[in-house]
T-cell receptor, first 113, second 110 residues
Framework: DTAVSQTPKYLVTQMGNDKSIKCEQN?????MYWYKQDSKKFLKIMFS???????INETVPNRFSPKSPDKAHLNLHINSLELGDSAVYFC????????????FGPGTRLLVL | QKEVEQDPGPLSVPEGAIVSLNCTYS??????FMWYRQYSRKGPELLMY????GNKEDGRFTAQVDKSSKYISLFIRDSQPSDSATYLC??????????FGTGTRLQVFP
């Protein structure tokens, strides 16, 4: 029944490693997003995809690469992890140009040591 | 200056109180105004959204938008301990991009 799901829920890793976070939505939405929430709870958009096409790329380092194999999935791959990448990453989805009805996943808590 | 400003709180109120949460913004292009509730260690949950100016009511929750003052509010009537969470305002022009406030932490004590 979960609308937007993410795996893993927790991710603890060493600096310099490469890791991926997966997101899936079963709402039939065409648009999916990745957000980063820092320790002060500030939520900032990183990327959005509409039907597998990149729409928004918010000045995120090249180490972050989103991939959308189909419109129900949006994965986030992070290369050469840094301490500053520690945060909670949220996936969300919505209908196109209906950002006002975004549904969020439960989040992936990433800790880089 | 951030595009969206929100008092981080924490705001602590007794059960049954009326709660007022507010955000100000600087971008006059914003057309859609949202309120999300986020419980600890959970994802944000959409509470209400409003298009342009005006009021919208849903049960104990009322959202108000004053575009002339660039000011939005969320009122919670008869607050309950289960309302204890962080409340995030968010705004959008007519695109897919949401700009969030920093969130206000609300604590409702019995």
């Amino acid at each position: 029944d979960t609308a937007v799901s993410q795996t893993p829920k927790y991710l603890v890793t060493q600096m310099g490693n490469d890791k991926s976070i997966k997101c899936e939505q079963n709402l039939g939405h065409d648009t999916m997003y990745w957000y980063k929430q820092d320790s002060k709870k500030f939520l900032k958009i990183m990327f959005s995809y509409n039907n597998k096409e990149l729409i928004i790329n918010e000045t995120v380092p090249n180490r972050f690469s989103p991939k959308s194999p189909d419109k129900a999935h949006l994965n986030l791959h992070i290369n050469s992890l840094e301490l500053g990448d520690s945060a909670v990453y949220f996936c969300a989805s919505s209908r196109p140009l209906r950002a006002e009805t975004q549904y969020f996943g439960p989040g992936t808590r990433l800790l880089v040591l | 200056q951030k595009e969206v400003e929100q008092d981080p709180g924490p705001l602590s109120v007794p059960e049954g109180a009326i709660v007022s949460l507010n955000c100000t913004y600087s971008n006059s292009a914003f057309q859609y105004f949202m309120w999300y509730r986020q419980y600890s260690r959970k994802g944000p949950e959409l509470l209400m959204y409003t298009y342009s100016s005006g009021n919208k009511e849903d049960g104990r929750f009322t959202a108000q938008v004053d575009k002339s003052s660039k000011y939005i509010s969320l009122f919670i009537r008869d607050s309950q301990p289960s309302d204890s969470a962080t409340y995030l305002c968010a705004m959008s022009d007519n695109t897919d991009k949401l700009i969030f406030g920093t969130g206000t932490r609300l604590q409702v004590f019995p």
